[in-house]
């Protein structure tokens, strides 16, 4: 079986530096895609980014981007110039191209002022 | 307009009493899921329909029964309230597994069983 792990329960930045999530997922599949949502207190999970396997390049949206290394099978959510409205949980997922989501446990981000 | 919707977003009620909670989607998806995210936050999938069909059925009790009346439309009817079953209940959808598999939450559906 597939597991997603989130080996920090929760992490600490200050506003406007760069705080590093890590993911790590055991697979057998070659292909597959991997996601990082994020839950704020509202409640309400959003995409944050996503990766396909089968891509070697990083992807990238705004101020987040992944670090993805398949071979280690590793995929760490990297936030750069962090803001207030990052505080949330973020969940690493992992979807195999024909299976389910398996999400790991989850990282609490705390932004400082 | 909200594209997956879940009601009611909050529900208190006794043991041993049944519950419905109800999802849609206007996003044209042909699957939807329910996930139970317990105390710890820990984020479980319970079932997934596909067109109507069920495809995914985890170790739930039988006490919860799902039902999708059309793709849109993915319902979740739990009899028989117990303790354990207080949660905040998320549905979801996906277009399948094909260019993404990105998921689409509702906002959540917090059951309170008192």
């Known amino acids: 079986a597939q597991t997603v792990t989130q080996s920090q329960p929760e992490m600490s930045v200050q506003e406007a530096e760069t705080v590093t999530l890590s993911c790590t997922y055991d697979?057998?599949?070659?292909?597959?895609?991997l996601f990082w949502y994020k839950q704020p207190p509202s409640r309400q999970m959003i995409l944050v980014i996503r990766?396909?396997?089968?891509?070697?390049q990083n992807a990238t949206e705004n101020r987040f981007s992944v670090n993805f290394q398949k071979a280690a099978k590793s995929f760490s959510l990297k936030i750069s110039d962090s803001q207030l409205g990052d505080a949330a949980m973020y969940f690493c997922?992992?979807?195999?191209?024909?299976?389910?989501?398996?999400f790991g446990d989850g990282t609490t981000l705390t932004v400082k002022p | 307009d909200t594209a997956v919707s879940q009601t009611p977003k909050y529900l208190v009620t006794q043991m041993g009493n049944d519950k419905s909670i109800k999802c849609e989607q206007n996003?044209?998806?042909?699957?939807m899921y329910w996930y139970k995210q317990d105390s710890k936050k820990f984020l479980k999938i319970m079932f997934s329909?596909?067109?109507?069909?069920?495809?995914i059925n985890e170790t739930v009790p039988n006490r919860f029964s799902p039902k999708s009346p059309d793709k849109a439309h993915l319902n979740l009817h739990i009899n028989s309230l117990e303790l354990g079953d207080s949660a905040v209940y998320f549905c979801?959808?996906?277009?399948?597994?094909?260019?993404?598999?990105?998921?689409?939450f509702g906002e959540g559906s917090r059951l309170t069983v008192l």
């Open positions: 979801a959808s996906s277009q399948g597994r094909g260019r993404t598999g990105e998921l689409f």
């Open positions: 697979t057998s599949e070659s292909d597959y895609y």
């Open positions: 990766q396909e396997a089968y891509k070697q």
């Open positions: 997922a992992y979807l195999p191209n024909a299976g389910k989501s398996t």
């Open positions: 996003l044209g998806h042909d699957t």
């Open positions: 329909y596909n067109n109507k069909e069920l495809i």
